[in-house]
């Protein structure tokens, strides 16, 4: 009877031994480690997947809102379309027309500058010769280059160009062929070493700049002026002069060919691409 009873107790002890102990919570050791999944083993993963996308798109938000702030208000970027600003700013049929960033916040306490290359909007229809906009005539694609000239990445819709500011409000500019000293501003011929007299010369000899007998002159095209420059307006002219149908082009128009300061865009900083031609673009007034 002793054995049996000491038996009995060792048999209780191993089933004792055997078992799992339960946790404080009332659940077994063992159901901490079980090999199976349940549904709230792949919360935690879903969880992660939902941060990943919160993060993304916080990430894209922000870059497209740092992105909207610097074109709206510190600077843009702009192709130059014409051979107007050579050799300056390149851009022509065939070749690698220059990129350029604009400085917007330049003329924010000030007014631009005799001497400033800056970018401007047409003023008027006078200015916009063969231009056509660059939207869609489909509305939902129309729509969607809107949107995205907001962020820098289509074009704005509307005719900008480049061009050196000569006379600001209240100047009065004028130039006379027969004078043979260029452009002049309150009686005062210019200084104007940015014309590369070469390249007027290549320009008159291609036939392309209509000038009588294909002879350059020291205005580098037709006479023109005197013409007062209203307050508050700008005359601008292209570097290249020949090639470029500026403000003496459009003395026919509401505003005598000038250019409201409220128009311009930004005052052209730097030439971005291409790599060869990457550096800063300088302001050379002509009136010193």
């Known amino acids: 009877m002793a054995s049996e009873h000491s038996a009995a107790n060792h048999s209780d002890a191993d089933d004792a031994h055997s078992r799992p102990a339960d946790t404080a919570d009332g659940r077994s ?11 709230d083993d792949d919360a935690e993963p879903r969880s992660k997947r939902g941060s990943w996308l919160r993060e993304t798109i916080i990430i894209v938000a922000c870059v497209l809102l740092v992105t909207w702030i610097l074109q709206t208000f510190i600077g843009r970027q702009y192709v ?3 051979e107007s600003m050579e050799s300056t700013l390149i851009g022509c049929q065939g070749c690698t027309n220059d990129r350029i960033v604009i400085d917007k916040l330049a003329y924010r306490f000030g007014d631009p500058q005799p001497g400033d290359v800056v970018v401007f909007r047409a003023p008027t229809s006078s200015w916009d010769g063969d231009w056509e906009s660059p939207r869609s005539s489909n509305a939902v694609i129309h729509g969607l280059q809107n949107g ?5 990445f289509a ?4 005719n900008d160009l480049v061009k050196r500011v000569i006379a600001t409000g209240g100047q009065t500019v004028e130039c006379r062929n027969s004078e043979g000293v260029g452009v002049k501003v309150n009686g005062k011929p210019l200084n104007e ?20 007998d294909n002879q350059v002159t020291s205005c580098y095209g037709p006479d023109f002026g005197p013409i007062k420059v209203p307050d508050g307006n700008l005359w601008v002219m292209g570097d ?19 250019v ?13 691409y291409p790599v060869s031609r990457i550096g800063g673009v300088g302001s050379i007034n002509p009136q010193q």
Do not use: C, M
């Open 148 to 152: 995205l000239s907001w962020f820098g």
């Open 193 to 212: 070493p940015y014309i590369d007299k070469s390249l007027q010369s290549r320009d008159v000899a291609s036939g392309q700049s209509g000038e009588p």
């Open 240 to 258: 290249n002069r020949e090639y470029s149908a500026d403000s003496r082009y459009h003395v026919t128009d509401e505003l005598q060919g000038t």
């Open 29 to 39: 050791e063992d159901s901490e480690e079980r090999p199976w999944r349940t549904k």
């Open 80 to 82: 130059i379309p014409s």
């Open 155 to 158: 074009p704005p819709d509307e």
């Open 260 to 272: 409201p300061v409220s128009d311009v865009r930004g005052k052209v900083r730097f030439i971005i």
